[in-house]
């Protein structure tokens, strides 16, 4: 199995930003894609961004187009969230998860960093 450590949240000032990172160990080349996702509370879980393991084709949600950048580091086993013009808005807790190749749903889920944005 792959297992999956988020970091690099935290509480940032509005218009600041912060790079969240998702550490994945295990059986990494069974992965096709991590994608990350947000949840504040009372609300759904929303998709973020998304990247495949190996080719670095990526997607992302309207809300965060132009203000987030999702990379990867494919020697580091690691994929990183760039969030900058951060609002409060984006405050919420954010998951990283990946798709097992050739299964086109998020079975794997990291434990969750907190983003917190004030005004």
């Known amino acids: 199995q792959v297992q999956l450590v988020e970091s690099g949240g935290g509480l940032v000032q509005a218009g600041g930003s912060l790079r969240l990172s998702c550490a994945a160990s295990?059986?990494?080349?069974?992965?096709?894609?991590i994608g990350w996702f947000r949840q504040a509370p009372g609300k759904e879980r929303e998709f973020v961004a998304a990247?495949?393991?190996?080719?670095?084709?990526?997607w992302y949600a309207d809300s965060v187009k132009g203000r987030f950048t999702i990379s990867r580091d494919y020697a580091k086993n690691t994929v990183y969230l760039q969030m900058n013009s951060l609002k409060p808005d984006d405050t919420a807790v954010y998951y990283c998860?990946?798709?097992?190749?050739?299964?086109?749903?998020?079975?794997?889920w990291g434990q969750g960093t907190q983003v917190t944005v004030s005004t």
């Open positions: 990247i495949t393991y190996s080719s670095s084709s990526t």
């Open positions: 998860a990946c798709t097992r190749e050739g299964i086109p749903t998020y079975d794997n």
């Open positions: 295990g059986r990494t080349f069974g992965i096709n894609a």
